[in-house]
C-alpha cells in the first residue's frame, strides 16, 4: 500500500467507521470497538478492517461483537461511499484484530525472563572474575637500582671503545 492515494482513503475510511461505531451504530451486541487499522486493496475495491474489542477478555463478548459488525455492514459501506465520494464503495471486511493479545503475550515472556535474570544474578554473588583491579599501575622505581644495566647492545651515551 504504499500508494498515497490507497493510504488516505485507507485512512478516511478508519475514521468513517469509528465515528459510524460510536454515534450511529446502537447495537448492544456490540461492545467497546476499536479500529485499529484498515488495509485498502490496490484497486480499492476491498477495504479490511481490524479492531478490537477492548475492556472484555472473553470469546463470547468478541463473538458478539463480531455479528454486530457483520449486521452492520451494510451501513457502514454505505456510509463509507457518501463519505468518500466514490463511485463504487469498497466491501468491507472485518477482523479481530491479534496484535494487543500478541504484545500482552511478549510482555509476560519478558517478564518471566528478567525474573529469572534477577535470580540467576543475584544466586552469583558479586565476586569477580579475575583481580578486583584489572588496569595496570606503574611499577615503582627503586633507588638502589642502577640506570645503566651494562647489558651489550644498549647505548648508554657513552663509548666504551674509548
Known amino acids: 500500500m504504499s500508494n498515497p492515494r490507497i493510504r488516505k482513503i485507507a485512512d478516511r475510511i478508519q475514521v468513517v467507521v469509528a465515528e459510524m ?60 461511499a457518501k463519505q468518500l465520494g466514490m463511485r463504487h464503495a469498497p466491501t468491507l471486511e472485518f477482523v479481530h484484530d491479534a496484535l494487543p493479545e500478541s504484545a500482552r503475550q511478549l510482555d509476560e515472556v519478558l517478564a518471566r525472563a528478567k525474573a529469572q535474570d534477577e535470580a540467576l544474578a543475584a544466586g552469583r554473588g558479586t565476586a569477580y572474575a579475575g583481580e578486583a583491579d584489572p588496569y ?13 644495566s651494562g647489558e651489550p647492545g644498549e647505548f648508554d651515551g657513552v663509548d666504551d671503545d674509548e
Open 21 to 80: 461505531l460510536e454515534r450511529r451504530i446502537k447495537d448492544p451486541r456490540l461492545g467497546f470497538v476499536t479500529v485499529t487499522d484498515v488495509r485498502v486493496s490496490g484497486d480499492s475495491q476491498q477495504a479490511t478492517i481490524f479492531y478490537t474489542v477492548l475492556g472484555e477478555d472473553d470469546e463470547a463478548a468478541r463473538t458478539a461483537s463480531a455479528v454486530a459488525l457483520e449486521s452492520a455492514k451494510g451501513l457502514l459501506r454505505s456510509e463509507v
Open 136 to 148: 595496570k599501575k606503574p611499577r615503582p622505581a627503586d633507588a638502589d637500582e642502577p640506570d645503566d
